[in-house]
């Protein structure tokens, strides 16, 4: 009888090393939501959140951005994905109708351990967003993150790789 030699080879692999190991992700977003800022009076006056983005996904036009957004701009970000995308969009924190009321005591939505609260619940929710794949090729996320001014009368469409 013929001896058969089996047709398959192993991949030949470097070992991995605690560098590698615990390392950054080769592809990632890097999302960070801070400093906040409440500018305007009376019924004018609102929070905004520095988004800073740092990413080396090759779909994304810029490596690095930072804009400012309104908990409003993060409401309108959900709505377009989940209208437009397949995917599962995870809720935001609450928008707070009790803590506006008047006579409360305190600063309502304008108080210090509400915003920081409100700032955490912001970026675990943007995080997991942009960690999705299927949420990166939307076009209304690279606005949110990339563009100064978000253009609402945008056509909803797929970014495409350059």
Not at 7 to 13: A, E, K, P, S
Request: net charge neutral.
């Amino acid at each position: 009888m013929a001896e058969t030699v089996a047709d398959t080879w192993r991949l030949i692999t470097n070992p991995e090393n605690l560098n590698d190991a615990y390392g950054p992700p080769s592809n990632f977003p890097e999302i960070d939501v801070s400093n906040s800022q409440t500018v305007g009076v009376g019924r004018g006056r609102f929070t905004t959140y520095e988004i800073r983005v740092k990413t080396n996904l090759p779909i994304f036009k810029l490596k690095e951005s930072t804009v400012r957004r309104r908990y409003s701009g993060f409401e309108w970000l959900r709505c377009e994905l989940e209208r437009e995308s397949k995917v599962v969009v995870p809720p935001l924190p609450g928008n707070a109708f009790l803590r506006q009321l008047p006579f409360r005591g305190d600063d309502g939505i304008f108080d210090d351990n509400f915003i920081e609260e409100r700032k955490q619940g912001l970026e675990q929710f943007i995080n997991k967003v942009a960690g999705h794949p299927l949420a990166q090729n939307e076009r209304c996320l690279h606005m949110f993150f990339q563009d100064e001014i978000t253009d609402k009368s945008y056509t909803p469409s797929k970014i495409r790789h350059a």
